[in-house]
């Protein structure tokens, strides 16, 4: 998995994407990776509505602003931090530290109504069980094990001077990271939250694309049964990690897959216009070949669209053919589909962008 997972990082961060598609990949992955990072803790705002607040556009009623609040506390984290590591490609980054550790804590936990004895940023004073399934380590022992944590994370256990393992290495230690405060619950609150921000400074700061960086906080959330069963597991064997390793490589092995497929699926689309603004570069500039390029490049946002909805697609189509009829209609889908650009079945027609298919090499299956 760690094999495969290297290269696919690497796929991934070499794939040049229009700049419009590539701000939609990351917004998308940023809002499933903050909301599911509020989320394993209880948070109910939806992806649409955490999608709302990555625009900022959301606007939730003063009885849920709380649950706003949540949120924006953990973008405000990662677009700080992704500014921060991002800003200076090749160096190298800080290291772990239990100051940096208190300063995610104190962002999770900003401007949220607390119970009494919790204080953002600063370790805990009193004994904490977590989710019924084992107690966090004494109060008295936090500093002495966040200070032990960073030095073995910081240290020769996951550094290497091969560049092929520097990824692999990385994911360790990030699940490693994030095991150990989950064990240790250093602080009365936002342990969680602190563990996934942790996690992912590691993986930004090791070359893990901006995407693909939420992609661990992404499957905990959409397999959280196994996640506290795995979490507990890890707990009880009294230390056998490996099964909680395996389940985050799978999960994020898993969703670097679907990355890829989205990436080559905005690929394909942009390939296919640049192949249909071609073909109509051949032709006479005229306001004709404007409108039925239109067509085209619309009905290529569609699967099936019946013939006589066709002037309802868009208000442009809608505005050509307000006064022209169906004949207009009827002679610009005969001169596209004499083109090769669409299929025509049973009073239907969708774009034929299959043909595309062909620039790709030849293989049997």
């Known amino acids: 998995m760690l094999g495969e997972i290297r290269s696919k990082i690497h796929h991934l961060a070499g794939v040049p994407l229009r700049p419009d598609l590539a701000k939609e990949l990351h917004q998308i992955f940023l809002t499933k990776g903050v909301m599911a990072t509020t989320a394993i803790e209880g948070n109910t705002l939806s992806e649409e509505q955490v999608r709302l607040l990555v625009d900022g556009k959301l606007d939730l009623p003063k009885s849920q602003k709380y649950l706003q ?8 984290l990662c677009n700080r931090e ?5 800003a200076k490609p090749g160096e190298e980054q800080p290291s772990l530290s239990i100051d940096l550790m208190r300063r995610y804590n104190g962002g999770v936990l900003r401007d949220l109504d607390l119970e009494d004895g919790v204080v953002p940023g600063q370790l805990r004073s009193h004994s904490i069980l977590v989710g019924k399934v084992y107690r966090g380590a004494p109060a008295r022992d936090c500093e002495f094990l966040m200070n032990r944590l960073c030095q073995w994370l910081n240290g020769s256990d996951f ?7 520097v990824i692999p290495f990385a994911l360790i230690k990030a699940i490693m990271a994030h095991l150990y405060l989950a064990w240790i619950h250093p602080f009365g ?4 939250r602190t563990a996934r921000m942790v996690e992912f400074h590691i993986l930004l700061a090791n070359g893990v694309p901006l995407p693909a960086a939420h992609l661990l906080s992404d499957h905990y959330n959409r397999t959280r049964s196994a996640y506290y069963r795995e979490l507990a597991h890890a707990s009880r064997s009294g230390g056998d990690v490996v099964p909680f390793i395996k389940y985050a490589l799978q999960g994020f092995l898993d969703g670097l897959r679907e990355q890829i497929s989205r990436v080559r699926e905005q690929q394909l689309k942009v390939t296919w216009e ?10 006479v500039n005229t306001k004709t070949q404007k409108r039925r390029l239109e067509l ?7 699967n099936w669209v019946a ?8 208000p442009k189509l809608a505005r050509a053919y307000a006064t022209a009829g169906d004949r207009m209609v009827q002679r610009d889908l005969n001169s596209i589909h004499r083109m090769g650009l669409i299929e025509r079945r049973h009073g239907r027609v969708r774009a034929a962008k299959e043909i595309i ?9």
Do not use: C, M, W
Request: aromatic content about 6%.
């Open 69 to 76: 609040q949540e949120v924006q506390n953990i973008l405000d």
């Open 357 to 365: 298919e062909a620039f790709l090499p030849r293989r049997t299956a």
């Open 296 to 302: 085209v490049l619309e009905l290529s946002e569609h």
């Open 159 to 165: 550094s290497t001077s091969e560049p092929d393992l």
């Open 274 to 283: 640049t192949f249909v603004y071609d073909l109509f570069a051949k032709k």
């Open 82 to 86: 992704a500014d921060e590591i991002l």
């Open 189 to 192: 609150d936002g342990n969680g």
């Open 307 to 314: 013939v006589h909805d066709i002037e309802l697609l868009n």
